[in-house]
């Protein structure tokens, strides 16, 4: 049994275990999560990220951060907006078309960027992050402190569809990955931050703020 890190219910159960990790899942919230002693040390992950900045995953980050952008209603006023995960940069960052949007990036792996947090957003945007959430509940406290009223919070993230093929779900595999999340998850999150869950489907999730 574990202490679940998202909603510290303290009888999450075992789940599944491969050679390297187990895995356990929380009978509240639902969130499957790896035992936190298989997670890879800070400097490890760190190089794991840096080896991820490919211009592939640069330019589906970009699209992605595009496609928030070209959907939101900016009404003639200046709209800000928070890209909170991996870094765009280089010549990704600079062929986005921001329009009346201000847009800042803050990478919660590092500890330079605080700044950042002293505010809030009339967006923020997430793109594969909530995978690498060891507290989960604690990361979820802060977005929520940052989105204004009626802000939106938009999520790219893989959705753990199906409990019986976890087995065979690639996702897993990467070891920076520790947190798993499926639509009962979400929809805990949405609750407990009191938000509207808008959408949730194809590893897309979009989620409003209460005025």
């Known amino acids: 049994m574990r202490i679940c890190p998202l909603c510290h219910h303290n009888n999450a159960h075992y789940f599944y275990h491969d050679k390297k990790r187990h895995f356990y899942q929380c009978p509240d919230c639902q969130l499957v999560f790896a035992d936190g002693k298989s997670h890879l040390p800070k400097q490890n992950e760190i190089e794991r990220y840096q080896d991820n900045q490919t211009k592939n995953k640069q330019l589906q ?14 009404n003639n006023s200046t709209v800000t907006g928070l890209n909170f995960g991996r870094h765009l940069v280089g010549k990704a960052l600079s062929k986005l078309i921001l329009g009346e949007i201000e847009l800042v990036q ?28 060891k507290q989960p509940s604690i990361q979820w406290q802060l977005l929520t402190k940052l989105l204004k009223p009626n802000g939106l919070l938009i999520i790219n993230n893989h959705l753990l569809h ?50």
């Open 61 to 74: 980050l970009a699209n992605f951060i595009q496609t928030v952008i070209n959907q939101l209603p900016t």
């Open 106 to 133: 803050y990478d919660p792996s590092q500890q330079y960027e605080r700044h950042v947090l002293q505010q809030q957003y009339d967006f923020i945007c997430c793109y594969r992050v909530f995978d690498h959430f």
């Open 162 to 211: 199906d409990l019986n093929a976890f087995a065979k779900w690639h996702n897993k595999n990467n070891l920076t990955h520790v947190s798993f999340y499926n639509l009962a998850c979400f929809q805990y999150l949405a609750n407990l931050g009191q938000m509207q869950l808008i959408f949730a489907e194809k590893d897309l999730i979009l989620m409003q703020k209460a005025s």
